[in-house]
């Protein structure tokens, strides 16, 4: 029985990593521009398609396509920030959620045409396989999912406070008016929060696509997993998305072991109800 | 005013005469479907178009609706018609329970907390024994009857009876928007802090918003209910029919009374066209499709295409 607690622990602990991967872009661009991007999740969806297809066309696996996936991706954010995003950076919010929400179905409606409804999986990859640590079994794929994550998480964390430009989007997120005044092109820092956000969630798809179906829906319920992270670690908040992904991995997962694997999902909701209401910045934000 | 009267006339006209001209199921059934969204659109409006409130939870009312009515006429023989003003009841109440705690969060926030509800509301359902799971609820076949809200041998019924409810659906709009409540609804959305500095309540009136939106999402419910005759999860508390509200809203113009009205006519043929004539070789053709409407219309056109109707009528 313990056994098995520890078990769910660690599962819970390893998919929490890769959530707050997938809710950091979207924290991001909220902070630096206060716009939820209702699409975050179908970006992740691309990017597992676009895993697999290097996988399927060109024998890549996945860890190996990682690096030139991230830079399309970075490059679609910064594409879909000049196309979509630009023309509403001033318009009501009604217009910003329509048109992300618009994206949201713009992107699943591309995938739906190109690739159908169907599921598909990478068959094999380099991350394969399970280990036994201490009588837990732990699947590779999760192991490397979440060991990337973190290091992602690193890489980003080191960017904002010890770069120019990182630290000049910490004070666009800060302070539109002051960035301004001190030169900064808060321009360009939407493109670029836009452009990373992209390119993490990207990451994020490929990580998951070494264990996790492809098919056009995915983004969906990643994406509510994601508003739930951004919102418990306070929105806008990087360090506390990441402690948020972790909480809701394992939410998620003793929910499901302790009452029913079938309402694990209804928790992480009631989750981001709770927060709201009682803490409404969330963990660590302002 | 005078001339926009005589356009309704009009229209409510021809919407009386069409099916005598248009016999085939088919066309029927699509305006059966235009006047059932629109119906429902109007709702959404009051509360995201009107006060502002972005809600893309509305699909838990329809599904509210539609089980009340199908548990109580399949498992105590209840009068449909009943079911729906008891529908109508729990509606109601779940958008107070709902509405209470999520009207203090703002904007993005509160999008979230309504898409996480109607989820909630979704699984609740499909792991509910009672209600038939996954799986759902028949609807039992009744004598055919205006009472007992079935009709087999022919659509027609149904035709006016949702004729009658968009006509309803109207109404109270039209009643909200020349009464006190609509000029509150509207302070709200475009000047929450001035509102409150005029000593409007604005959480009260925005679940009086909030209800008066779910009355009329509810009632579409239980029509479908008797309509297909079958209801699950999935066809009844989907986000995607959440959304499918909020796009009719704002293709046809935000708080604007007939704004919903043009937004079905738009938007369900092309919905029903592009599954007819594509087939499954253009799926995600018609996602697409909408989606730049979508973006195009909030981007460049906000307002929506009421404007272009009203000036020609005008």
Redesign the interface.
Known sequence: MEGVLAQTLASGLLIGFVYALVAVGLTMI?GVMDI?NFAHGEYLMISMYFSYWFFILFGMDPLYSLPAITLIMFGIGIITYYI?IR??IN?????????T??????L???????W??DYRMIPETLASGNINLAGIYIGRPQLVAAVGAILCYGVILWFLKNTKTGMALEAVAEDKEAARLMGINSNRMFALSWGIGIATVGIAGVLLSTFFYVF?EVG?AFC?IA??VV?LGGFGSVVGAFLAGIIVGLVEVVSGYLI?P??K??FV??L??AV??IR?QGLMGK | MKKGLVILLVFFAALVIYPFIFKNPFPRHLLIMIMLYGTMGIGWNIIGGYAGQVSFGNAAFFGVGAYTTAILLSKYGINPWIGMLLGCFFSSLVAVIVGYPCFRLRGHYFAIATIAVGEIVQILFTNWEYAGAAVGIYIPILEESFFNFQFHTTKLPYYYIVLAMLAFALLVCYAVEKSRLGYYFRAIKDDPEGARSLGINIQNYKLVAFILSAILTSVCGTFYAMYVLYIHPANTIDLWLSIHLCIIALIGGLGKIFGPVIGAFIFIPLTEFTRVYLGSEGQGIDLIIYALIIILLATLRPQGLWGIFAKSSS
């Open positions: 909220f939820v979509a023309p509403i318009a009501p919010m009604l217009s910003q959620i329509f048109v929400f618009g994206l949201l179905i713009f699943r409606g591309v995938a739906q045409f190109l159908k409804v056009p969906g509510l508003f739930v919102a029913d079938s309402f999902f209804m909701l009631a981001y109800l709201v209401f409404p």
